[in-house]
C-alpha cells in the first residue's frame, strides 16, 4: 500500500495546479484522476477565457482569487510555453437602455481591483471590432484567452519532475479513517494518507458524500458552442461578450476569437440531469446563428457549425436566481478532508491563485 501526505481527488485545472504548488513544498504528492488522460471535464470543455475579476461580489473567493490569478497565469504561461494571448475584451451594450448597466458593473470590477476598465462609444468599439454592433462597452484591458488542455500539461509535467505522483484511470470509490489519517480506496489501489483534496468538479458533491459530508450539491448545467469557420473568423478580434444574465446562470453568449483562429459562439446555459451528458438534446445550428447575429450581424447561417459542450459545476438549485461563491472548506468531521465544491467558472482563470489559496489549509491540516 502506498503512504503519501496529500491526496488530490481530481486531475482538472483545479487539481493540477494544487499538486503543482504542492510538490513544490511536500514529499509523498498523489492526484488522482478517474479518467484515462487529465483535464477531460470542464478544464478542456470551456471558453479558456482568461477573465479579468469583473463580475464577481466584492470580498467573494472568485473576486478575491480571480483578479491575482489572472496575473498568475499569464506569468506561468509566458514561462512555461503554454499558448496563450492577451487579446482584451469588450462587455457591450446593444441597446440604449443596456448603457446605464455598463457603470455598475464598471464600479465592481474597480472594487476588485481591475485594472484599465473604461467604458467607450461606438467609435472606439468600431476600431477594436469593426464588425460588431453595440452602441457603448466596457473596454476591459486584461481578458485574454489560454489553451486549457496545455495549461493542465504543463501544471502536471512540472508537478511531475517535482515528484508528485499522478495517477491516472484512477476512480476514488471510498475514503475511510483510520488511526493515522486516511485511507483512500481507488481503482488503481488502496493509499494511506495525512491530508486529501476533493478537487473532482462536478463530482466533488459526490466525494464529499464519501466522508458523510451532504451539505452541498451540485446542479449540473451545460454549455453548448457553436464555432464559426476560420475562413469568415475576421470578423472578430478579441472577445466579445453582451451583459451578463440576471439570474447568475452565465455570463452570456459570448463570441470568443480561439488561439485556433475559429470565433466560438456560447456557451448557453441548460440545466441536465445526468452529468455526463454532453450531447443529448443539443440545440440546433440555427439558434447560434441568431445569438451571434445580436453581436455580429453578418453572419451567415453557413458560416457556423456545432462544436463541443461542456457542464458548469453549479450550485444554483433550478428555478432560483443567486451567485453562489466556491465552498473552499475542511470537513467538519475529517478536517484532514479540503473540499472545493462548485468550482465554477472563473475556475480556469483562478487555478494558480486557488491553489495558493489551499495551500495553507493544506500545511493546516499537516500540522
Ligand atoms: C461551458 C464552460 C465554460 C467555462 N469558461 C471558462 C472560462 O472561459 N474561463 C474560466 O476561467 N473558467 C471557465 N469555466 C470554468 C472552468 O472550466 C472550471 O472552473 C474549471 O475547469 C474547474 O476545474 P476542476 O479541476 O475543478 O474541474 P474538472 O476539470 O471537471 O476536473 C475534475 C476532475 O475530477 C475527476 N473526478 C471526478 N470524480 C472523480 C473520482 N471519483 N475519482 C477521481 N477523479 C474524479 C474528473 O474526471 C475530472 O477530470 C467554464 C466552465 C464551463 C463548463
Not at 457603470?103 to 461606438?122: A, F
Not at 486584461?142 to 504543463?154: D, F, P, Q, R
Amino acid at each position: 500500500m502506498d503512504r503519501a501526505n496529500i491526496v488530490i481527488i481530481g486531475g482538472g485545472v483545479i487539481g493540477a495546479a494544487i499538486a503543482l504548488e504542492a510538490s513544490e513544498r511536500w514529499e509523498d504528492v498523489f492526484l488522482l484522476e478517474s479518467l484515462p488522460k487529465l483535464g477531460m471535464g470542464a478544464s478542456s470543455r470551456n471558453s479558456g477565457v482568461i477573465h479579468s475579476g469583473l463580475y464577481y461580489a466584492p470580498g467573494s473567493l472568485k473576486a478575491r482569487l480571480c483578479v491575482p490569478g489572472n496575473r498568475l497565469l499569464y506569468e506561468f504561461a509566458a514561462a512555461h510555453g503554454v499558448p496563450h494571448r492577451r487579446t482584451g475584451k469588450l462587455v457591450v451594450a446593444t441597446s440604449q437602455a443596456e448603457i446605464a448597466d455598463l457603470e455598475p458593473l464598471t464600479e465592481n470590477g474597480r472594487q476588485n481591483g481591475v485594472e484599465g476598465l473604461r467604458i467607450v462609444d461606438r467609435a472606439r468599439i468600431l476600431q477594436i471590432e469593426p464588425h460588431v454592433e453595440a452602441v457603448a462597452a466596457i473596454e476591459v484591458p486584461s481578458t485574454g484567452i489560454v489553451m486549457a488542455e496545455e495549461l493542465v500539461k504543463a501544471y502536471a509535467r512540472i508537478a511531475s519532475d517535482r515528484g508528485a505522483n499522478i495517477v491516472t484511470s484512477a476512480r476514488v470509490e471510498s475514503i475511510e479513517p483510520i488511526a493515522c489519517g486516511l485511507r483512500v480506496r481507488s481503482a488503481a489501489g488502496e493509499i494511506e494518507t495525512r491530508v486529501v483534496v476533493n478537487s473532482a468538479g462536478l463530482f466533488a458533491d459526490e466525494i464529499a458524500a464519501l466522508t458523510g459530508y451532504s451539505r452541498y450539491r451540485i446542479y449540473p448545467v451545460r454549455g453548448e458552442y457553436a464555432e464559426i469557420m476560420r475562413a469568415k473568423s475576421h470578423m472578430l478580434n478579441g472577445l466579445v461578450y453582451p451583459l451578463p444574465r440576471r439570474d447568475g446562470l452565465s455570463l452570456g453568449i459570448h463570441l470568443t476569437r480561439t488561439l485556433w483562429n475559429t470565433v466560438l459562439i456560447g456557451p448557453t446555459a441548460r440545466y441536465v440531469a445526468d452529468k455526463n451528458d454532453y450531447e443529448s438534446g443539443r440545440e440546433p445550428v440555427e439558434n447560434f446563428v441568431g445569438y451571434a447575429r445580436h453581436l455580429l450581424p453578418e453572419i451567415q447561417p453557413s458560416d457556423v457549425t456545432l462544436s463541443y459542450s461542456g457542464i458548469r459545476a453549479k450550485l444554483l438549485p433550478p428555478g432560483t436566481a443567486g451567485h453562489p461563491d466556491w465552498v473552499i472548506e475542511c470537513d467538519p468531521q475529517f478536517p484532514a478532508v479540503i473540499h472545493l465544491i462548485g468550482m465554477e467558472s472563473p475556475g480556469l482563470t483562478s487555478s494558480l491563485a486557488i491553489a495558493r489559496h489551499v495551500i495553507p489549509i493544506i500545511r493546516e491540516s499537516l500540522s
